[in-house]
């Protein structure tokens, strides 16, 4: 039993600027569990804001694959992952490489890709929203031209209102589609932040995402008795536990695989937020077609999906889940459904 990984730089197809800076690579590090003849593939990707890189990943997956070679049933994950998890207190984009490589390799050693297993339509997957960074008028308007294939156009704001009020603008001077809005944590100050969102509410605008700083749950939760579109958590809601702490201040939350550690956890806080009665989204950092592919397996169960981060890249070297007229489409291959391309 063998866990190797290795560093792997993404490059972005073009600058992508969020409320708290602009970047034009992320770093990433793939991961391959080889057991029994079969090698399941994993992903840690880890923008710099979340405290992981390279290095870190390297010395976590170095200890996670001495504990593996202790395993003896590579199937029983609900004994690894809460062991591989315990190795550090952070680390959940490690730990996500390796709760995705270990889940590619029992779905290829069933057979089977891992919507089936779970027992999901993978037909009813959801369109996937494309984003669109802080950037210029221009900019924006031309990256609007380029996301006509996608039905919901996310946007991220949060700068300044001068800066959001444009780039609403510049969208609706070229499409009508529904936007989302992401605001990072940007509006500081509850009273303008439902201005803010009143005034989105009037351009065919579908929720927001982390309007405030996660410090201001309480401001969060007053403003969403009086939003009149749904508050989605992102920053403030990173794994199980998060789900239950939010449920009072937001609609709905973010899910996404490198905050939560990965498939296993992301599905049980999926479970609970719909006991919670709430929305659910899944997002993305910037990640190989791997990460997203794995991601998509559980797409049939969310009411959002935020994931087009392979789509942003020039190197992605995994062939899998795609988007074919705005909607996310998984293959039948078993696992997490993907083939490495180079
Ligand atoms: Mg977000």
């Not at 609609?251 to 609970?272: Q, S, W």
Request: charged share 25%.
């Amino acid at each position: 039993m063998k866990l190797r990984h290795a560093p792997y730089t993404l490059e972005l197809r073009h600058a992508f600027g969020i409320a708290s800076n602009t970047r034009t690579s992320t770093p990433a590090t793939l991961v391959e569990f080889e057991h029994d003849g079969v090698t399941g593939y994993g992903e840690a990707a880890m923008p710099p804001y979340l405290g992981e890189s390279q290095a870190t990943a390297a010395a976590f997956l170095t200890r996670a694959d001495a504990l593996l070679a202790s395993v003896r049933d590579p199937f029983q994950l609900e004994e690894i992952l809460p062991a591989i998890d315990a190795l550090a207190p952070s680390n959940t984009a490690a730990k996500a490489a390796v709760d995705i490589a270990l889940h590619d390799w029992i779905g290829k050693k069933l057979g089977a890709p891992w919507h089936r297993i779970w027992g999901l339509d993978a037909a009813k997957a959801p369109v996937t929203s494309f984003t669109i960074g802080i950037d210029t008028p221009e900019i924006v308007r031309q990256k609007t031209r380029d996301a006509s294939i996608y039905k919901i156009i996310k946007v991220k704001l949060g700068r300044d209102d001068a800066t959001d009020r444009a780039m609403i603008d510049a969208i609706r001077a070229e499409t009508d589609t529904p936007i989302t809005v992401d605001a990072n944590q940007g509006w500081r100050e509850r009273g303008a932040a439902l201005a803010m969102i009143e005034w989105l509410a009037a351009r065919n605008v579908l929720f927001i995402e982390q309007p405030m700083p996660k410090e201001q749950l309480d401001d969060t939760a007053w403003l969403r008795d009086r939003s009149p579109l749904p508050l989605i958590a992102d920053e403030n809601v990173q794994r199980l536990a998060d789900v239950k702490k939010v449920s009072g201040a937001f609609h709905g939350v973010n899910i996404k695989l490198m905050k939560c550690t990965g498939l296993r956890e992301a599905h049980k806080m999926i479970v609970l937020a719909r006991a919670l009665g709430l929305k659910v989204m899944l997002g993305c950092m910037t990640e190989t077609s791997c990460a997203i592919s794995a991601a998509a397996q559980l797409s049939p169960l969310v009411d959002w999906a935020d994931l087009d981060g392979a789509v942003l890249l020039k190197n992605d070297c995994f062939r899998g889940t795609t988007i074919v007229d705005g909607k996310l489409t998984l293959t039948n291959l078993p696992g997490i459904g993907v083939e490495k391309i180079g």
